[in-house]
């Protein structure tokens, strides 16, 4: 089994889904740990409910983006963590992270990259007036939504679509690609997919 961390500031329904799947064996994993950068964010409660170890810190407390992920580092060592999974997670991984997990680290972005990086990617394809959008899964650099990508799924824009209708088939497709794909870099150890 792979132990993961999964970095998460919102909502966390694809936290939801990965600790889901490892329990229900779709994804050798072992969730260890929950970081969040918003100590009110939904998905601490989803942690608590799931009884998953969680560290939450407030950036603002610390005296740079530096001081912050050597904060966290020590945790992931603490928990032996192998893996950093991003879900949700709205903040650039800096050097000491990247450093450390060195192709080891993967996020999903609701786009199909390279259109449509950063914040609010749904409300952007929306308003570009793509037809089709869709979900990547990459390995992180130290760019914005830029590193290799692993595997990406489409989804068809409707006439009649809305942000929240978007947003809802978004998360779907995401719930179960995330896991599947997780799986798969693991099962491969990473190497197969790492350039
Ligand atoms: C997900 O749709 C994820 O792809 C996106 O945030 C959402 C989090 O939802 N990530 C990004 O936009 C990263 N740039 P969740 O909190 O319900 O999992």
Redesign the pocket.
């Given at each position: 089994t792979t132990r993961i961390a999964i970095f998460?500031?919102?909502?966390?329904?694809?936290?939801q889904a990965l600790v889901d799947a490892c329990r229900n064996e779709l994804l050798d994993a072992t969730p260890a740990l929950l970081v969040c950068d918003k100590p009110g964010a939904f998905?601490v409660e989803r942690a608590t409910s799931l009884d998953i170890p969680y560290f939450t810190f407030a950036p603002k407390s610390y005296s740079s983006k530096q001081e912050f992920e050597k904060h966290i580092l020590s945790e992931l060592k603490s928990y032996e963590v192998e893996f950093i999974i991003?879900?949700?997670?709205?903040r650039l991984i800096g050097p000491t992270l990247l450093d450390a997990y060195k192709g080891r680290i993967v996020?999903?972005?609701?786009s199909l990259l390279p259109a449509f990086p950063?914040?609010d990617?749904v409300g952007q394809a929306l308003s570009y007036g793509v037809k089709l959008t869709g979900?990547t899964i990459h390995f992180v650099d130290e760019g914005m939504?830029t590193g290799p990508i692993i595997a990406q799924e489409a989804i068809t824009v409707d006439p009649d679509e809305t942000k929240e209708s978007l947003?809802k088939k978004?998360?779907k497709t995401?719930h179960t690609f995330y896991p599947k794909t997780l799986q798969q870099i693991f099962a491969n150890k990473g190497e197969a997919v790492i350039k």
């Open positions: 998460a500031s919102g909502s966390g329904s694809n936290f998905v991003l879900a949700g997670y709205m996020n999903i972005h609701p950063g914040l990617a979900v939504d947003e978004i998360h995401e």
